[in-house]
């Protein structure tokens, strides 16, 4: 039977993933079995730099700190070794996990939980195809924009044709009394003679 001592350390990992597990929005959980050192470091390297946390726990550990934190229905999940990626990003844990699993052979990706609810291989691959939050961003403000963008086109278009009719207009006007005066001056020479005849 294990020690007062030995019992009262893994009671104190448990609390401590307990406070580091609280705030994340999503877990993935992998088989990272049977990777290389390099290909563990870039591992790791991605992820930190997308902000996400990675660590190899005891599935027994990982029992334990879910049933602390409200969760059941992951024993399927919790078989073999089984390193946990997590974050407060809902995409970025499983949009890593999914890059690098297609990429070493070895990576495999069992399942997670998404907000609060477990997800299974097949949900976290659809996770990982979201685009990631300055993407979404963009293409909510450009579809946002395009109406407006689309609208301020089309008034400009009739600007410029209303514009390029009005010039041609100007163009006539102008011309016209250039015509008008020969006529102008036939009849004045008329009204001069007419006097003269009489």
């Known amino acids: 039977m294990p020690s007062e001592k030995i019992l009262a350390a893994k009671k104190q990992v448990v609390t401590d993933l307990v406070a580091q597990f609280k705030d994340a929005t999503t877990f993935v959980f992998a088989s990272s079995r049977g990777l290389t050192v390099e290909q563990d470091t870039n591992l790791r390297n991605e992820l930190?730099?997308?902000?996400?946390?990675?660590?190899?726990?005891?599935?027994?550990?990982?029992?334990?700190?879910f049933k602390e934190l409200?969760?059941?229905?992951?024993?399927?999940?919790?078989?073999?070794?089984?390193?946990?990626?997590f974050s407060d990003d809902v995409i970025a844990p499983a949009k890593v996990l999914s890059k690098f699993a297609e990429e070493y052979e070895p990576l495999e990706i069992k399942g997670g939980i998404v907000e609060g609810r477990v997800a299974d291989k097949a949900e976290i691959d659809a996770l990982a195809k979201v685009p990631d939050k300055e993407t979404l961003y963009s293409q909510v403000v450009y579809g946002l924009l395009f109406?407006?963008?689309k609208l301020a086109m089309l008034?400009?278009?009739?600007?410029?044709?209303?514009?390029?009719?009005?010039?041609?207009?100007?163009?006539?006007?102008?011309?016209?009394?250039?015509?008008?005066?020969?006529?102008?001056?036939?009849?004045?020479?008329?009204?001069?003679?007419?006097?003269?005849?009489?």
């Open 155 to 198: 008034v400009k278009a009739v600007a410029e044709k209303a514009q390029e009719e009005g010039g041609v207009d100007a163009a006539v006007a102008a011309e016209a009394p250039a015509e008008e005066a020969p006529a102008e001056e036939a009849a004045a020479e008329v009204t001069a003679e007419a006097p003269a005849e009489a």
């Open 48 to 65: 930190r730099k997308n902000g996400v946390k990675y660590m190899v726990v005891k599935n027994t550990t990982l029992r334990l700190v």
């Open 147 to 149: 109406p407006f963008t």
């Open 70 to 85: 409200g969760m059941e229905g992951l024993d399927d999940i919790f078989k073999g070794p089984t390193a946990v990626a």
